[in-house]
């Protein structure tokens, strides 16, 4: 009895952990009618979703300035809320030493 009840927990375990597997790779890979609409925000005044057009000025400063002070070759900063793309800067560059500049994408 003991070795059948063990065997049938085992099994149990198996089918939940392939289920829970299964599902977690679901999840992880979306599908491509999301992906597409994620690559394709469209673009907002801050002010439509809440967002303070000063603190987005103050953070494109302090990206500009980690940039002037040689903390970082480049940045890319995007902001998104609710689906709608708010904010996106582009400071500095991708190689230094090339002086590659840095794109959006």
Excluded: C, N, Y
């Excluded at 289920?19 to 999840?27: D, E, V």
């Excluded at 987005?56 to 940039?67: E, F, G, N, S, T």
């Amino acid at each position: 009895m003991r070795a059948s009840l063990r065997a049938w927990r085992f099994g149990l375990i198996v089918v939940i952990a392939s289920t829970l597997g299964g599902a977690a790779a679901l999840r992880v890979e979306p599908a491509a009618k999301e992906r597409e609409l994620v690559r394709d925000l469209a673009k907002v005044v801050p002010a439509e979703v809440g967002v303070s057009a000063a603190r987005l000025q103050r953070l494109d400063a302090h990206m500009q300035a980690m940039v002037d002070d040689g903390r970082l070759s480049g940045a890319v900063t995007m902001l998104a809320r609710h689906g709608k793309l708010v904010f996106v800067d582009v400071v500095g560059v991708q190689d230094v030493e090339t002086g590659a500049a840095i794109t959006r994408d």
